[in-house]
């Protein structure tokens, strides 16, 4: 089976600094998969490369294939790949469901924002607004479609931006620490919706999260752990859980982290 995904020896300096030394992991059609690690070890920028927000320094990114280390953040969104921010990025003025249509900074080109706002098929404004809201259906928020971004909660906000980054059916979803600040309960179902949805509709989902005892509970199919710019290793959470160097890595300073 080819993967979605595929990183390969990636590594990325910020001028003395290595914030990713070596990394290399695939995800596959369908699966669910965590990436956690300490503050700093890497993630965020991880995801950078991918989305092309960044240029590695070496290394390489596929996405189905097609070495994606040169395009545009625009161009890689094009082949099926939506990212959230680890720093919710909505559009404060405007309410949920103008949010869910109106497409993130970053992503998108300007001639496809361009073709987003010109006056369309009456028939594909409908269909788009009717994605938009069964997404707030399927996040159990419909009742939120008209609120302003800015009234909402934290929490609130992450579910919100979690259906904007839905929009469009992407093929494989990279989200940055989704539930950062969200309450328990909240989080919990966060994780559920995003479990339903892949095995409901077979994309992939890579998330960032860095809570080990709540990732190693959530029912994600893999956990990729990282630890200083490196994969420490790779596997089910429960062959995580029982790993020596995860154990040691975690029981060490980076365990005391938040
Ligand atoms: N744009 C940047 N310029 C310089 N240093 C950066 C930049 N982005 C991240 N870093 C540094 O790279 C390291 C890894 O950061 P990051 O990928 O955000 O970690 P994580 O998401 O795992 O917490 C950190 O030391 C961070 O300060
Ligand atoms: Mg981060």
């Not at 993130?104 to 073709?115: E, G, T």
């Not at 008209?146 to 059916?169: F, P, Y």
């Not at 494989?172 to 559920?192: H, R, S, T, Y």
Request: glycine share 8%; hydrophobic share 40%; aromatic share 6%.
């Amino acid at each position: 089976m080819k993967p979605v995904l595929r990183v390969e020896n990636l590594r990325k300096e910020f001028g003395g600094l290595v914030a990713v030394k070596d990394v290399s992991f695939e995800i596959f059609e369908g699966e669910f998969v965590g990436l956690i690690g300490p503050n700093g070890c890497g993630k965020s920028t991880t995801f950078n490369c991918i989305s092309g927000l960044l240029n590695q320094t070496t290394g390489k990114v596929e996405i189905y294939g097609k070495d994606v280390s040169k395009m545009r953040p625009d161009q890689i969104h094009s082949l099926g790949m939506t990212r959230t921010f680890q720093h919710t990025r909505l559009w404060r003025e405007m309410t949920v469901i103008e949010n869910l249509l109106v497409p993130p900074r970053n992503q998108f080109a300007p001639s496809v924002i361009k073709s987003l706002l010109l006056p369309k098929s009456r028939k594909a404004e409908e269909e788009r607004l009717q994605e938009a809201y069964n997404i707030l259906e399927e996040l159990e928020v419909p009742h939120m479609a008209e609120n302003l971004a800015n009234e909402l909660s934290g929490g609130q906000s992450k579910l919100v931006d979690i259906g904007r980054s839905r929009m469009g059916s992407p093929k494989l979803l990279l989200l940055d620490e989704p539930v950062a600040g969200v309450a328990g309960p909240l989080a919990m179902k966060i994780f559920n919706n995003l479990r339903k949805t892949v095995d409901e509709t077979g994309i992939s989902i890579l998330i960032i999260e860095h809570n080990m005892d709540f990732i190693l509970r959530q029912g994600v199919d893999r956990i990729i752990v990282m630890n200083e710019g490196e994969v420490l290793m790779t596997g089910t959470p429960e062959e995580v859980k029982s790993n020596r160097a995860v154990i040691e890595a975690y029981l060490g300073s980076a365990g005391e982290e938040e």
